[in-house]
Nanobody, 124 residues
Framework: QVQLVESGGGLVQAGGSLRLSCAASERTFRFYPLGWFRQGTGKEREFVAAINWSAGRTNYADSVKGRFTISRDSAKNTLYLQMNSLKPEDTAVYYC?????????????????WGQGTQVTVSP
């Protein structure tokens, strides 16, 4: 079973940047499509970004396009989310997720494997 551990969250001022990382426990991670989701207080979990196994295809939520970049380093079994120009509305717990198969997905129900989450707080 794939285990995922996020890191890199924290407190940042609006306009700042953070890079989240997600380390996976298995080498087979390199074949899994991966995604980032977030959940703000009192809100539904929402899709942020996804990447296929070869890193040749990515997908972003409209709210983060042009500001966030998803990437992966299969040699290190690690997924990244570079977040620039952060806004207070980006404040949430961010989760990485993995799925089997070949296609990227934007709904949380498609991902059976989840990390524990890392808190990102953006102050005005």
């Amino acid at each position: 079973q794939v285990q995922l551990v996020e890191s890199g969250g924290g407190l940042v001022q609006a306009g700042g940047s953070l890079r989240l990382s997600c380390a996976a426990s298995e080498r087979t991670f390199r074949f899994y499509p991966l995604g980032w989701f977030r959940q703000g207080t009192g809100k539904e979990r929402e899709f942020v970004a996804a990447i296929n196994w070869s890193a040749g295809r990515t997908n972003y939520a409209d709210s983060v396009k042009g500001r966030f970049t998803i990437s992966r380093d299969s040699a290190k079994n690690t997924l990244y989310l570079q977040m620039n120009s952060l806004k207070p509305e980006d404040t949430a717990v961010y989760y990485c997720a993995a799925k089997s198969g070949v296609g990227v997905a934007t709904t949380s129900d498609d991902y059976p494997y989840w990390g524990q989450g890392t808190q990102v707080t953006v102050s005005p």
